[in-house]
């Protein structure tokens, strides 16, 4: 999990899918380390331009244990706006797997 070109982040598999681990790219891509998200949600990416409805389709989806892909706005911990496409898929032990990728729009 320690890609260097991908930003992965691994939460629970269940509500409210709290943060378990993310890599540094995450870090460097979000602004938050790894100890100021552990136990948080993706919430604290989420911002005025995040679409909801877009983020309540992703949810349902990791409840029904399927992979989605999904490109929303997000926000870093500073709260510069950036577009990214989201992957995400369950993994062993009941957690999910996210990668985000910044794209430009």
Same mark, same amino acid.
Not at 40 to 63: C, F, H, P, W, Y
Not at 71 to 92: C, W
């Given at each position: 999990?320690?890609?260097? =070109?991908?930003?992965?982040?691994?939460?629970?598999?269940?509500?409210?899918?709290?943060?378990?681990?993310?890599?540094?790219?995450?870090?460097?891509?979000?602004?938050?380390?790894?100890?100021?998200?552990?136990?948080?949600?993706?919430?604290?990416?989420?911002?005025?331009?995040?679409?909801?409805?877009?983020?309540?389709?992703?949810?349902?989806?990791?409840?029904?244990?399927?992979?989605?892909?999904?490109?929303?706005?997000?926000?870093?911990?500073?709260?510069?706006?950036?577009?990214?496409?989201?992957?995400?898929?369950?993994? =062993?032990?009941?957690?999910?797997?996210?990668?985000?990728?910044?794209?430009?729009?």
């Amino acid at each position: 999990m320690e890609d260097k =070109d991908h930003a992965i982040v691994v939460t629970e598999s269940t509500p409210p899918f709290q943060i378990k681990y993310v890599n540094a790219a995450w870090e460097g891509l979000c602004g938050w380390t790894v100890e100021e998200c552990s136990g948080k949600t993706l919430s604290i990416l989420q911002g005025r331009e995040t679409d909801q409805s877009a983020v309540t389709s992703l949810m349902n989806s990791m409840l029904q244990g399927k992979h989605e892909d999904v490109v929303l706005t997000n926000y870093t911990k500073e709260g510069r706006s950036f577009r990214n496409h989201l992957s995400v898929g369950p993994m =062993d032990e009941g957690l999910f797997i996210g990668v985000l990728r910044e794209i430009n729009v």
